[in-house]
């Protein structure tokens, strides 16, 4: 069974940076889409970033390409979400989401009710 687990979470002020990792556990990593979701007390679940463990492929949510940049280390089986210049309305429970497919499918099917397997989250806290 895959299970995700993130780290990297902590409180900033306005302007830092912060890495999030996802770790995936599974040996078949290599064909899989990963994302990294966002959910903030009172708003909706909204898709940050993804990419596509047996390639290079990535996307992004609507206007989370300027300041987040996700990446992969496919032999630490671990997905990065570096995100920049963060502000408070960044703060957040982050989310790493799996699913299984290939390239065309991340691309595709990028909505979270796609993925079935979730982390427990980490907390990301900006203040002004």
């Known amino acids: 069974q895959v299970q995700l687990a993130e780290s990297g979470g902590g409180s900033v002020q306005a302007g830092g940076a912060l890495r999030l990792s996802c770790l995936v556990s599974?040996?078949?990593?290599?064909?899989?889409?990963v994302a990294w979701f966002r959910h903030a007390p009172g708003k909706e679940r909204e898709l940050v970033a993804g990419?596509?463990?047996?390639?290079?492929?990535?996307y992004y949510g609507d206007s989370m390409k300027e300041r987040f940049i996700i990446s992969q280390d496919k032999a630490k089986r671990t997905v990065y979400l570096q995100m920049n210049n963060l502000n408070p309305a960044d703060t957040a429970m982050y989310y790493c989401?799996?699913?299984?497919?290939?390239?065309?499918?991340?691309?595709?099917?990028?909505?979270?009710?796609?993925?079935?397997?979730w982390g427990r989250g980490t907390q990301v806290t900006v203040s002004s």
């Open positions: 599974e040996l078949d990593y290599g064909n899989r889409c």
């Open positions: 990419i596509y463990t047996g390639g290079t492929g990535t």
């Open positions: 989401a799996g699913s299984q497919g290939d390239d065309q499918y991340c691309l595709v099917y990028r909505g979270a009710e796609f993925f079935d397997r």
